[in-house]
């Protein structure tokens, strides 16, 4: 294995998690009712669970300073984050959790190839190169499959 395995596994197996969270969240409407209040209960269940990793790996609350010196937009992510959860539970019994999933990872693919060939928000320039750009296409293309094979 390469410096980078462990990336590549990490990165694996949080994405072979993700259709299960689709699932369960998607399961758990059927009792809770509305998206909102199924992601608010993901996103509890989630501030937990990471609240006691911290604790039992006993990592340190970062510094006050740290903290001070961030941005406003910075503490975005966690409304993606909500925006995704909910995005999903809203989609996945309508049209399914392949095509669901299918679609988000189409979409993250587009907008990654944008933040990366114009190292947005401080990351670093990649360029959207013609094989990067026919990866995405190809990635659209499975999408569409996905999306007509349910039909």
Same mark, same amino acid.
């Given at each position: 294995?390469?410096?980078?395995?462990?990336?590549? $596994?990490?990165?694996? &197996?949080?994405?072979?998690? *993700?259709?299960?969270?689709?699932?369960?969240?998607?399961? =758990? #409407?059927?009792?809770?009712?509305?998206?909102?209040?199924?992601?608010? $209960?993901?996103? =509890?269940?989630?501030? *937990?669970?990471?609240? /006691?990793?911290?604790?039992?790996?006993?990592?340190?609350?970062?510094?006050?300073?740290?903290?001070?010196? !961030?941005?406003?937009?910075?503490?975005?992510?966690?409304?993606?984050?909500? *925006?995704? @959860?909910?995005? !999903?539970?809203?989609? /996945?019994?309508?049209? %399914?959790?392949?095509? !669901?999933?299918?679609?988000?990872?189409?979409?993250?693919? $587009?907008?990654? *190839?944008?933040?990366?060939?114009?190292? @947005?928000?401080?990351?670093?320039?990649?360029?959207?190169?013609?094989? #990067?750009?026919?990866?995405?296409?190809? @990635? &659209?293309? %499975? @999408?569409?499959?996905?999306?007509?094979?349910?039909?």
């Amino acid at each position: 294995m390469n410096d980078k395995s462990i990336y590549f $596994i990490a990165t694996l &197996m949080g994405g072979a998690g *993700l259709p299960v969270q689709v699932a369960l969240n998607a399961l =758990l #409407r059927r009792y809770v009712g509305q998206p909102m209040q199924v992601t608010f $209960i993901s996103y =509890l269940a989630g501030t *937990l669970a990471s609240l /006691a990793i911290c604790w039992f790996a006993r990592y340190p609350l970062p510094a006050t300073a740290a903290i001070s010196q !961030t941005s406003w937009w910075m503490w975005l992510g966690g409304c993606l984050g909500t *925006l995704y @959860v909910w995005s !999903t539970i809203f989609a /996945a019994a309508k049209i %399914g959790t392949a095509l !669901t999933l299918a679609l988000t990872i189409a979409g993250q693919m $587009i907008c990654a *190839l944008f933040l990366d060939h114009y190292g @947005v928000i401080g990351l670093t320039k990649v360029s959207a190169n013609p094989l #990067r750009i026919a990866g995405v296409v190809l @990635v &659209m293309i %499975g @999408v569409s499959f996905v999306a007509y094979a349910k039909k």
